[in-house]
């Protein structure tokens, strides 16, 4: 029985060739539709080269299974998670990498209603069935439509826009020769069907596998510099980037500066209780410090969830939440299904920015300054489970308790850190906040640093 490496604990990712190819592809088609006894699936594609190849094959393996498809084409992965339940489908697979390298693919699967499927919720049972190639036999082969959704789906997300404090707005939007491209013209021409006066200033806007500037993924700082150049040439008001399948979003100031996704979650979240006072918001580990701060003194409840998507949204389903974020910018809406969108964010700071006549640096600026965070950062390490324990037995030696939740958080009274896996390469993620010392936050980041390389 073959081993595969490419199912993680909320998704499927692989080196094409390696873990992940087209035969595969074909055996998570059969065992999707197999396990949740499929009648209809929805399935999308992100822009990469080896997409269209894998999305085929996948296909084939739904249909083969009995299962009808709406194919949605090029599509980002909340297109799926809106499809799904708007065409009451079984469920939704969207084929992306998202920001992983050019020779990685993979693939993202919800169920009814795009609740998400993880390693406890479905994924490993999904992968079992890949594995022993133990496929029923069907008598009927499915039917394929190509359905394009963004009409409705651009119609569905402007309604989050207030066109009660409408001002004139100047965009930078810059999609990374990802997915994003499509959508944001079916939102540009229903906003302007509003009578919104919003200018969008298009940089590397054309959808190309190749990714001719870069690896659609604004946490690099390299990938930054196309959108803050862009905004300081425009005078623009905001800037925005995405990633491949722009499930996130990310966002820059007036001044061209790039906003942390921490601190938009902060953003959010008072924008939320001010509307729906006492409500719970969801957050991730690695920061946390702002978040619980502006959630309480705002009325609401925060409640940590472990890191990444699966997570999240069942911690939401459970909870009942309004909205979650993530400080890595995925960000989770109760009346979109508890899904993660790179929509939604921006039109709601862009509401804010209306409704308070000011900046986005003026909303951030404080709370970046009351608690300063390092931003996450990457290392790559042969042995990081090794050197993870190491550093937490490190400090519960000096007495200080480790919160395991994801990884390992430690909080020492004037600053605090989260170290943890990455789920899907060879890497160990750091981040470090403190509170009201940016000195004191960038020396206990490099004294982390030198530790865990050491």
Known sequence: ??????????????????????????????????????????????????????????????????????????????????????????????????????????????????????????????????????????????????????????????????????????????????????????????????????????????????????????????????????????????????????????LFDENGEFIEGYYIVGLLAEAFLNAHPNSKIIHDPRLTWNTIDVVESNGGHAIQSKTGHAFIKERMREEDAIYGGEMSAHHYFRDFNYCDSGMIPWILVLNLLNRKKCSLSSLVQERMEIYPASGEINLTLNNPQEKLELIAQHFANDGFRIDTTDGISVDLTHWRFNLRMSNTEPLIRLNVESKKSVQLMREKTEMLKEMIMG
């Open 1 to 250: 029985m073959e081993q595969l490496t490419c199912f993680k604990a909320y998704d499927i990712r692989g080196k094409l060739g390696e873990t992940l190819d087209e035969e595969i592809a074909y055996k998570i088609g059969r065992a999707f539709a197999q396990h949740l006894s499929a009648k209809n699936v929805v399935v999308g594609g992100d822009i990469r080269e080896s997409t269209e190849a894998l999305k085929a094959a996948l296909i084939q393996g739904l249909t083969d299974s009995g299962a009808d498809v709406i194919d949605l084409g090029l599509a980002g992965t909340e297109e799926v998670y809106y499809a799904t339940p708007y065409f009451d489908a079984c469920g939704g697979i969207e084929v992306t990498a998202s920001h992983n390298p050019i020779d990685y693919n993979g693939m993202k699967l919800v169920g009814q209603n795009s609740k998400p499927i993880s390693g406890d919720t479905g994924l490993n049972s999904i992968k079992q069935l890949v594995e022993t190639g133990t496929f029923k036999r069907i008598g009927h082969k499915g039917n394929v439509k190509t359905i394009d959704i963004k009409p409705a789906f651009a119609k569905y997300l402007v309604n989050y826009f207030d066109t009660g404090c409408m001002s004139a707005k100047k965009v930078v939007i810059n999609p990374g020769n990802g997915a994003a491209a499509p959508l944001l013209d079916a939102i540009e021409k229903e906003m302007s069907l509003l009578g919104a006066p919003i200018e969008f200033i298009k940089v590397n806007y054309t959808p190309d596998g190749s990714f001719p500037n870069g690896i659609p993924n604004p946490l690099l700082e390299e990938n930054r510099s196309s959108t803050a150049e862009a905004v300081i040439t425009h005078k623009a008001d905001l800037g925005i980037a995405w990633d491949g399948d722009f499930d996130r979003c990310f």
